[in-house]
T-cell receptor, first 115, second 118 residues
Framework: ETGVTQSPTHLIKTRGQQVTLRCSSQ?????VSWYQQALGQGPQFIFQ???????GRGNFPPRFSGLQFPNYSSELNVNALELDDSALYLC??????????????FGPGTRLTVT | AQTVTQSQPEMSVQEAETVTLSCTYD???????LFWYKQPPSRQMILVIR??????QNATENRFSVNFQKAAKSFSLKISDSQLGDTAMYFC???????????????FGKGITLSVRP
């Protein structure tokens, strides 16, 4: 069983640029959630994708957007990067109908640094 | 609003001893699930243990066990026989299922840094 993978591992961008982060969900999982984790803090929910549609969003501006593909992989796009966007971005997959009590399985994260 | 509070920013324990990490939460929901996640320096968030709110029996997973007090909205994690590999940040989190089953987000606390001393 393949776990959740994310790419790239880390990247550095300049303020105002755009970035795309990628996530492959665990085999058999149809739901992907994205979280932002600032240094020394707990993860904050950005949004969730279920069956290729956004299905819940946290308190993040519209310049944070995403996609989910038919194979359930997902992208997180951030436009007009700001310094405060520097963080670890975590992707988590789940399969709510599996009876696994809504467990979410996390990828290793992408460390984004905005200069 | 749903919140999770972890008031201890750091803890230290001697190898082979027992340590308890505290967590309180606030929600108006009656059906929810509680989790403890471990995040070592490698950054991978690993599920340690889960507890269903409707179950009175405390969950146990090998050296890890919880003390779930629903009325007090308290959910502490006990680690027995601490090992060097337990050194990590530990996050308390909960989720409240929606009617669709899919629209569920994890709400995390700020985490606690646990150091196991040799």
């Amino acid at each position: 069983e393949t776990g959740v993978t994310q790419s790239p591992t880390h990247l550095i961008k300049t303020r105002g640029q755009q970035v795309t982060l990628r996530c492959s969900s665990q085999s058999g999982h149809n739901t992907v959630s994205w979280y932002q984790q600032a240094l020394g803090q707990g993860p904050q929910f950005i949004f969730q994708y279920y069956r290729e549609e956004e299905n819940g969003r946290g308190n993040f501006p519209p310049r944070f957007s995403g996609l989910q593909f038919p194979n359930y992989s997902s992208e997180l796009n951030v436009n007009a990067l700001e310094l405060d966007d520097s963080a670890l971005y975590l992707c988590a997959s789940s399969r709510p109908t599996s009876g696994k009590t809504y467990e979410q399985y996390f990828g290793p994260g992408t460390r984004l640094t905005v200069t | 609003a749903q919140t999770v509070t972890q008031s201890q920013p750091e803890m230290s324990v001697q190898e082979a001893e027992t340590v308890t990490l505290s967590c309180t939460y606030d929600t108006s929901e009656n059906n929810y699930y509680l989790f403890w996640y471990k995040q070592p320096p490698s950054r991978q968030m690993i599920l340690v243990i889960r507890q269903e709110a409707y179950k009175q029996q405390n969950a146990t997973e090998n050296r890890f066990s919880v003390n779930f007090q629903k009325a007090a909205k308290s959910f502490s994690l006990k680690i027995s026989d601490s090992q060097l590999g337990d050194t990590a940040m530990y996050f308390c989190a909960f989720i409240t299922p929606s009617s669709t089953g899919a629209n569920s987000k994890l709400t995390f606390g700020k985490g606690i840094t646990l150091s196991v001393r040799p």
